[in-house]
């Protein structure tokens, strides 16, 4: 049985597994308050965690990150779903990741497309950020139509 249920406490006791999904503490330090953090609950535990930024007509989703023994059961997918629901006043949901990342993938099979770029995003990190081998530098730009 799954459960969305948006998280109005305090988000710090969640910090350990978003970290899996935005490595650099400081920079999720910078968006953490300013957003709403949403889990997926399954029978025992928490699934998935989304935070998402909504402004004027777009709504950014920051962080997503499902735990690691519950990946590949479509609970990531389930959460695109519910926030494209939850957000459906807004044109759009967009994500980045790095132009290395397996989260492309994941994003395109979701219904989003590439539409630009952040120039030297990973750059203003704390630590260098590998994935796939690669050290990641440019932020691609994900977005999905809500309307």
């Not at 650099?24 to 330090?29: A, F, K, S």
């Given at each position: 049985m799954q459960n969305f249920k948006e998280i109005l406490s305090d988000c710090t006791e969640f910090i350990p597994l978003l970290l899996q999904?935005?490595?650099?503490?400081?920079?999720?330090?910078k968006y953490l308050h300013k957003?709403?953090?949403?889990a997926l609950c399954d029978v025992s535990s928490i699934a998935t965690l989304a935070l998402v930024v909504a402004e004027g007509n777009t709504a950014e989703l920051m962080n997503i990150v499902t735990a690691e023994e519950k990946r590949g059961k479509g609970f990531g997918s389930a959460m695109i779903e519910h926030l494209a629901e939850e957000f459906s006043h807004c044109?759009?949901?967009?994500?980045?990741?790095g132009d290395s990342s397996p989260a492309r993938a994941f994003y395109e099979k979701n219904g989003f497309?590439?539409?630009?770029?952040?120039k030297d995003f990973f750059l203003q990190y704390d630590h260098q950020i590998i994935e796939n081998g690669k050290i990641l530098r440019d932020m691609i730009l994900y977005r999905k139509s809500l309307k």
């Open positions: 999904g935005d490595e650099d503490i400081t920079m999720l330090g957003g709403r953090l949403f044109d759009y949901l967009i994500a980045g990741t497309t590439a539409y630009g770029m952040r």
